[in-house]
């Protein structure tokens, strides 16, 4: 009986901990985007970090670009979308000393 109280205590408290985490991308401005249409740093570091950017060239020119991007551009504790069309994340500055 203690172990299943114990398991389920856990359980609960690991279900609620996510939930406060889902939460967390509600606090993101929806008001506004950082659109940049041409892929260089220099128009990626005009967006805020932590603010949504869509990042949506003419062409990409390979398939593993949004990929590529996402990885350098986009906070992964959020949701990141990602098509043949561009990318739409929450925008991170953390990773730009990674680019050359």
């Not at 949504?52 to 551009?73: H, M, N, R, Y």
């Amino acid at each position: 009986m203690k172990k299943s109280l114990i398991l389920i205590f856990t359980a609960l408290t690991v279900l609620i901990a996510g939930c406060d985490k889902m939460k967390s991308d509600t606090n993101i401005d929806q008001s506004d985007v950082c659109v940049v249409s041409k892929i260089n740093k220099d128009e990626i570091q005009k967006c805020t970090s932590g603010k949504l950017i869509f990042i949506s060239p003419q062409t990409w020119g390979s398939e593993k670009v949004p990929i590529e991007l996402s990885a350098f551009f986009c906070d992964t504790n959020h949701q990141i979308i990602y098509n043949n069309s561009g990318v739409l994340c929450v925008y991170t500055d953390k990773r730009m000393h990674k680019i050359k």
